[in-house]
């Protein structure tokens, strides 16, 4: 079936290290993938967009890769801190089929950062 | 820019009650998604509409559900009858043409009991 999965358990890390995320699809094709910040109560906010034909993309302390071959996209958080707590989402869309805006998300990872 | 506006953010009603939900998009934003999200199943994209006309509805549950968008500023989403299965948290999302990056609302926590 087509589905995306993310690290179902909770990551814990200590402040100032490197977290890294995994999302891994199957069955898609997608043109492009982001990744998502939400905390608790409120909703996603936009982080990065990588696209298909892009290996890695930076922002910040943020990178994240993208493996089509592999079907994954890892996503860093470089010298992590508390306030980064928080689940991350990754979403893509099916494939490139036109101009279609339709994500398909995966269940969110949490990271928790402790001091 | 206030960002995308929800409204309620929480309603509690009672099975079989009809539900309404609202939703103002980013000014100039050209497209606009509703989701659902639930622990067991994330996120789940119910219809969404490009220059107010729907594009897809596919993921709309069934009948009970429908969306409209008179204008560019607004859209509601409505259950009627509400049931218990629909609590969940729904979230309006907006784009821009030419972006796909998505900006979400607060949502509105909705308990059917």
């Known amino acids: 079936s087509q589905k995306i999965e993310q690290n179902s358990e909770a990551l814990n890390i200590q402040e100032g290290k490197t977290a890294t995320l995994t999302c891994n699809y199957t069955?898609?094709?997608?043109?492009?993938l982001q990744w998502y910040r939400q905390d608790p109560g409120r909703g996603p906010v936009f982080l990065l967009l990588i696209r298909e034909n892009e290996k890695e993309k930076r922002k910040e302390r943020l990178k994240v890769t993208f493996d089509t071959t592999l079907k994954q996209s890892l996503f860093h958080i470089t010298a992590s801190q508390p306030a980064d707590s928080a689940t991350y989402l990754c979403a893509l869309d099916r494939n490139n089929a036109g101009n279609n805006r339709k994500l398909i998300w995966g269940l969110g990872t949490s990271l928790a950062v402790n001091p | 820019d206030a960002g995308v506006i929800q409204s309620p953010r929480h309603e509690v009603t009672e099975m079989g009650q009809e539900v309404t939900l609202r939703c103002k998009p980013i000014?100039?934003?050209?497209?606009l998604f509703w989701y659902r999200q639930t622990m067991m199943r994330g996120l789940e994209l119910l219809i969404y509409f490009n220059n107010n006309v729907p594009i897809d509805d596919s993921g709309m549950p069934e009948d009970r559900f429908s969306a409209k968008m008179p204008n560019a500023s607004f859209s509601t989403l409505k259950i009627q009858p509400s049931e218990p299965r629909d609590s969940a948290v729904y979230f309006c999302?907006?784009?821009?043409?030419?972006?796909?990056?998505?900006?979400f609302g607060p949502g509105t926590r909705l308990t059917v009991t």
């Open positions: 999302a907006s784009s821009a043409q030419g972006a796909y990056e998505q900006y």
């Open positions: 069955n898609y094709s997608p043109a492009y």
């Open positions: 000014s100039g934003h050209d497209y």
